[in-house]
């Protein structure tokens, strides 16, 4: 018994591609995939990537407040750093200023204290600071933790001991404090460099850490009466306190 199936035909036209007559199967033809069409002009000025359309420009000037110009003279195409301040200003951080600073505590008679009162900053303190630590390292001790924590205990233990004496007329704050702190630790830091080249033990490394601690005490103790007002007279105490605290660092730096 024969069975027969209705097979439909398949007729190709004369051009060779199949046909598109009614009932015959085609095959699909791949699409590309979905691409939003991008608008001419764009409402956000930063999302155009049209640098030279008229909308761009005229969007950004209306926002900055003019047409943005740059490069040498003014013209266009490139930022200016013209009227920029240098990085070092920007970060607070004033190296003439520094080294007038250092250099008033150098003259152990005569300490400037104008340089001092007209600004504080922590930056010097900092550049001593890695200097004493630097110096300690060559001699073997590494202390970077140690000096840190002693010099913020320093600051704090000074800056809590003349308040207590001035009282209510106390003005002294502790980011000037600091700063006094750190920039008379240039003895120290000389301190540590000459005893390099001292032998260990003896009476001349002794006598020559004692030169340098009365050094040190003598020009905080001048910054500090001046710096803070009513300090003149209790000069004796803030001599003894600062002498305590370089005699600390001092014996750091022989031992």
Request: net charge neutral; hydrophobic share 45%; aromatic share 10%.
């Amino acid at each position: 018994m024969k069975r027969e199936f209705a097979v439909p035909p398949v007729v190709f036209p004369s051009g060779g591609n199949p046909g598109a007559g009614a009932g015959v199967q085609q095959r699909r033809v791949p699409t590309a995939p979905f691409q939003p069409q991008r608008p001419s002009a764009s409402s956000i000025p930063f999302m155009s990537f049209d640098i030279g359309s008229a909308a761009a420009s005229t969007s950004s000037a209306a926002i900055y407040g003019g047409p943005i110009v740059g490069g040498v003279g003014g013209a266009p195409g490139g930022a200016s750093f013209e009227d920029e301040e240098p990085l070092l200003d920007e970060l607070g951080i004033h190296p003439d200023q520094i080294w007038r600073k250092t250099k008033s505590i150098l003259n152990p008679l005569r300490v400037n204290p104008t340089i001092h009162k007209d600004s504080s900053d922590l930056s010097g303190p900092i550049l001593l600071y890695m200097s004493l630590c630097l110096f300690q390292l060559l001699a073997g001790k590494i202390q970077f933790g140690v000096i840190l924590g002693w010099i913020v205990v320093s600051s704090i233990f000074l800056y809590v001991v003349y308040n207590m004496l001035a009282g209510r007329n106390g003005n002294l704050d502790l980011h000037t404090c600091t700063s006094v702190v750190g920039y008379c630790m240039l003895p120290v830091v000389i301190l540590s460099a000459v005893s390099l080249f001292v032998p260990q033990g003896g009476p001349v490394r002794f006598a020559i850490a004692a030169v340098f601690v009365v050094w040190a005490t003598r020009a905080c103790t001048g910054l500090m009466v001046v710096l803070a007002d009513g300090g003149d007279e209790h000069r004796g105490l803030i001599a003894y306190a600062c002498f305590l605290i370089y005699t600390l660092f001092s014996l750091l730096v022989i031992f």
